[in-house]
């Protein structure tokens, strides 16, 4: 649309039909502004949501009617970035359609404030770090409020007890979630605020620890001493979810071990190559693939440890790589994963020498039994690992038993996700929830859940197959950490002071939360407490995910609230990322299954990931992150919602200014558009019989279409779709059909009444429909046109239908609007040839149109010629060699002269 003239008086009002009527919300004339901007909309429009209830959750609905979001809890640990923005986006871009289709939208707000993120921001912020032996102070204060985003030295942090620490990080996340709520309002998050949950509060804490007790008492949970993955920086337990694959630098070391021969000398050299010569002291065998013709001759014999001598038997195991390294391993507890399986498999000793402090034990053990062993020994203990490694290369190298130098190599460690060393694998006593990793009827149970489950896009359900599929170990849930949910036992101690872990003690459910080093068990009194013949608790906390697997549950008042829970779960949807599909949404399915013997949602929407200019993913841990809300300032939430809405589902975007400037256009667009329009018909009701002209009802046909796109679209979960079709048609509406009809929309004496009629209820019905359309990704631009005509919420209006626009096209189709607009782009392209304003008049103007289009544009000849300014316009058929491409070509063309 171009050179709007000034906005006219409005002509007087007309009925609206009932099929209309029952379509949108009719009050009043138009209250449009002498000036409109996008500016200041979202303050305007979020206090008004808050002060109408326009997003309140009605919970007297029934089921059937609630559509409810298991929304994702953003981690309280600093701030929120852009990929925020970007996915929660989605999940709102859906929550506004589906409450305009009717249903009521159970959309609450999560704060993930529990766990390790949140300790070391505390840490950080406060300059503190958590000593559980120190009493409680009362009148404890932090040294810092606040380190401008600097770490605080270990050395320099304040230790404070278990209790103070917890309440600085209580303290701080309150904070951090005000901001965030702050945030989520400036980009229109459509959440009923009464409906937040955090994950550390007392209710998480009492649905987390009573799964917990029922997963127990079902047999679902148990404690084993078992190795595990170790961070021996955080000093906690790490699951196999939490693993991140990183290159680490390293050296091959070729070293001999020896064959023990009958008499127990030692004979010919066996080669083997390892990455970590520091762990020989912890050797338990050497381990060949059976098939491997260079070993097959060694299998059942046994084999002597260079420098600690330690005997050791040679065995086949299909998971050994013959063509990696010398193609034998030895296998000690634990070097890997690789380790673990084979000493289980193999059912082989426990030779463990690395503790959780990363270094190497301090007494020498007693499975070296010769005095050069012991001796050498004795250089490595208490070194870390690393000081070890260099210790056992130079004893090797003294002894002959290196051969070569070691070569420098690349290798795949595993790290704690979090972490900045390799992970050791170590011996402990932990909790597991059974996941299928270790049963294979559970394991098929939870695939056939996930074939269940409606995933969009389809193809990031492999993802879930492969890792349920790739499982080799039950969940670990429990962690050495001091801010999470405490697991809710107590254990006896026994008369010679020793703890029975065999027999813990359990609460009722109706006490829960508790605390077991604040809180006594029953039966017992807090003198008893690590005393023999008294109790000790459980001093672990559980993982992260085990109270996030519950988000619905929490959410969604499973004990506290019955009746909630029964409208809102299962619940519909799970929006989240793809990178922590095997965390949050597997381990939900996991807990969901366990309890209640069904899914947690039906769908679970995919959001990708946001990628720099360089193409690599968004992350704070890369330190890449743009925060959003000075862009949603910059450019208008309007404007970064679209960008956000332009990406489908499963799909990474990358982070464009160059698009939010394109969204930023199509909501000023709106606003100016739709002034014009009020301003021609003053926002009088629209009445559908009035549309009488072929091109007023080829655009409503037009529109009927792209309703049915959108919504289809929609029900995919497919907003990008809708988006495309809704923009598309609306730059169609306001370039072409508002340029053709706003000469005989004014009136006049040139223009019969009907003619007028009919423009007037077009622009109407097309503009009450657009903006419905259009709401769910420009909610405030939309909510702003809205409130100059309309009563009520445009979020509140019932989104379109087809039917009432088809009704009015009168069986009219949709070719004849884009049949006159590429007539009317004929007539500008040759005044921009002529380098004229597209003001300037066309004194004559011949066309041929191809000839399937010609009785299109023949109906609107009237409306074409006015656009385009033509005196005298002549129409004929083009054939196929004068208009290959099917376009309209301007035979001739005389301008009107320019002053």
Known sequence: MSDLPPTPTPPPATPTSPAVAADSAVA????????????????????????????????????????????????????????????????DVLARYQRMRGREVFYPMGWDDNGLPTERRVQNYYGVRCDPS??????????????????????????????NFVELCERLTVEDERQFEALWRHLGLSVDWSHTYQTIDENARAVAQTAFLRNLARGEAYQAEAPGLWDVTFQTAVAQAELEAREYPGHFHRVAFHRVEADGSTGAPIFIETTRPELIPAVVALVAHPDDERYQHLFGTTARSPVFDIDIPVLPHPAAEPDKGAGIAMCCTFGDLTDVQWWRELQLPTRSVVTKDGRLARETPDWITTERGRAAYAELAGRTTTGARAVVVEQLRASGELEGEPTPTLRMTNFYEKGEKPLEIVTSRQWYIRNGGRDADLREALLARGRELAFHPDFMRVRYENWVGGLNGDWLISRQRFFGVAIPLWYPVREDGTVDHDHPIVPDESALPVDPSSDVPPGYTEAQRGVPGGFVGDPDVMDTWATSSLTPQVAGGW?????????????????????????????????????HGSLP????????????????????SKGNVVTPMGLLQEHGSDAVRYWAASARLGTDAAFEIGQMKIGRRLAIKVLNASKFVLGITGGAPADPAAVTRPVDRAMLAALADVVDAA??????????????????????????????????????????????????????????????????????????????????????????????????????????????????????????????????????????????????????ADDVRAAGRVGDLALGAADEAESPDGVVVVRAAELAPTA
């Open 134 to 163: 120190l009493p409680y102070d009362p009148d404890f204060t932090p040294p810092h409020e606040g380190t401008d985003g600097k770490n605080v030295k270990a050395a320099d942090q304040v230790p404070v007890s278990r209790r």
């Open 711 to 860: 919504t289809q679209a929609f029900e995919a979960y497919d907003h990008t779709r809708a988006l495309e079709v809704t923009e598309t048609f609306f730059w169609t509406f306001c370039d072409d059909y508002l340029e053709l009809v706003k000469d005989r929309a004014y009136g006049g004496e040139h223009w019969d009444a009907a003619g007028t009629a009919s423009a007037r209820a077009a622009l109407g019905l097309a503009l009450d429909v657009v903006l419905r359309l259009l709401a769910p990704v420009l909610p405030f631009a939309t909510e702003e046109v809205w409130s100059w005509w309309r009563e009520g919420s445009v979020h509140r209006a019932p989104w379109p239908t087809a039917a009432p626009l088809r009704e009015a096209s009168d069986g009219v189709g949709p070719a004849g609007l884009a049949a006159a607009g590429r007539a009317l782009a004929a007539l500008r392209k040759v005044k921009s040839e002529a380098k004229v304003s597209m003001r300037t008049g066309i004194v004559r103007a011949e066309l041929g149109v191809p000839a399937a289009d010609l009785p299109l544009v023949e109906a609107a």
């Open 601 to 620: 949602w039906k769908h679970a929407a995919i959001s990708g990931w946001i990628l720099d200019p360089d193409r690599k993913k968004m992350s704070k």
């Open 28 to 91: 009043g004339g138009a209250r449009v502004p002498e000036k409109v901007s996008l500016d200041g909309l979202e303050d305007k429009w979020d206090a008004v949501w808050r002060e109408q209830g326009t997003y309140a959750f009605d919970r007297t609905r029934p089921r059937e009617e609630i559509f409810s979001i298991d929304t994702p809890p953003p981690t309280v640990s600093g701030s929120l970035h852009v990929g925020h923005v970007f996915s929660y986006t989605h999940t």
């Open 559 to 595: 004990l506290r609230d019955p009746d909630l829970f029964a409208r809102v779960f299962p619940m519909d949807v799970r929006p989240q990322g793809q990178d922590i599909i095997r965390t949050w949404l597997f381990s939900t399915v996991v807990r969901s299954h366990l309890e």
